[in-house]
């Protein structure tokens, strides 16, 4: 680690080989935290490049616990987080409305680093078990139409740095890999980014793969429709600037987005907008991203219909239903 340690601190940059050695070496335990934290941190001085992003995914992909979910057409819904904005956990909620909309959703996310309550925090909170369980998890999915991946349990080399990502309290490159690496290799992806070059990176990487996919990421900065400006959007399809207005919502403010102080308000926000009781702004933006997200998953639909199906699953509390399924409260 020291030597590659080294060549960062001179500006080089990795082959693909070399990157993935290198968290096969973390998820094996043979560097120290110090020498993680240090990779970690001189890593994110610079921009990221396509080939060390490939050996690290191929790393996590190849150590990772995966699971077969062919026989459905599921879809995911992830922000690489890192974007500094600390909302509600809008991609969560939007999940949970596409299940609710009839859709399978194969949801993979983490613990909270640069933000309060990150996706396992408020899922853990109000009850959903992480599992691994095959059989488990597929049975959730038939049934519920949703299921839940903690990436600590299915990928080593994330548990293993879990801890000093908390401590740096910073977006690393495990942000941008996160919505990468989903062990379930969904056939349909909605992704968030917090910049304008790791849309450029995934978009190279995604069009390299056979999912349906669209990257967005909002001009002001958030790793999703936040509805607080304009967002650029790239498909399979091509790319969109597209603002508020076209989608037919109002350009709202930044407080309207903002997450709860803890774990426990942020949960209970989360519910609140299941049931039907947030606002007509935290409402706005969460229909927002599930009607992307079901037009993802059918590029021929019209954006008109998808907003409508995404709006009647909330509207009608069908969301909630899912989240009271999977918990089984």
């Known amino acids: 680690m ?20 290198v968290l096969v070496n973390i998820a094996n335990g043979k560097y120290n935290d110090a020498e993680i934290a240090a990779f970690l941190g001189l890593y994110m001085m610079r921009p990221a490049n396509v080939d060390e992003l490939s050996g690290f995914r191929d790393a996590l992909l190849e150590l990772c616990v995966a699971v077969d979910f062919s026989e459905f057409n599921t879809i995911d819904l992830c922000g690489t987080g890192g974007d500094g904005k600390d909302t509600f956990n809008i991609s969560t909620l939007a999940s949970l409305v596409v299940a609710g909309a009839g859709e399978r959703v194969a949801k993979h996310g983490n613990y909270g680093v640069s933000s309060v309550c ?5 899922m853990e909170f109000l009850g959903y078990e992480f599992s691994n369980d095959q059989e488990k998890l597929k049975s959730s999915l038939d049934k519920a139409g949703f299921v839940y991946l903690h990436a600590p349990f299915f990928h080593p080399a994330m548990k293993a740095v879990g801890g000093i990502r908390r401590d740096l309290g910073m977006k690393t ?5 996160g919505p990468m690496v989903n062990p379930s290799s969904p056939k349909n992806q909605l992704v968030g980014v917090f910049d304008l070059e790791t849309m450029r990176l ?13 990257i967005l990421h909002s001009l002001d900065g958030y790793d999703e429709i936040s509805l607080t400006d304009s967002f650029r959007s790239v498909s399979n399809g091509g790319e969109q600037l597209i603002a508020p207005a076209d989608l037919g919502f109002s350009v709202l403010k930044e407080a309207d987005l903002a997450g709860g102080k803890n774990i426990e308000e942020s949960a209970k926000l989360f519910v609140d907008i299941l049931k039907g009781a947030g606002t007509e702004a935290q409402s706005s933006v969460v229909v927002a991203n599930a009607a992307l997200a079901l037009k993802t998953m059918n590029s021929a639909a019209d954006m008109g219909t998808c907003l409508e199906r995404a709006e009647r699953a909330l509207k009608d509390r069908k969301g909630y239903d899912v989240l009271k399924q999977i918990t089984q409260k």
């Open 2 to 21: 020291k030597a590659i340690i080294k060549q960062l601190i001179r500006h080089k940059t990795l082959n693909r080989s070399v990157a993935k050695e």
């Open 202 to 214: 995934y978009n190279y990487m995604f069009q390299q793969s056979n999912k349906n996919f669209t």
């Open 118 to 122: 990150g996706s396992s925090n408020v």
């Open 173 to 177: 490159f495990f942000n941008i890999l």
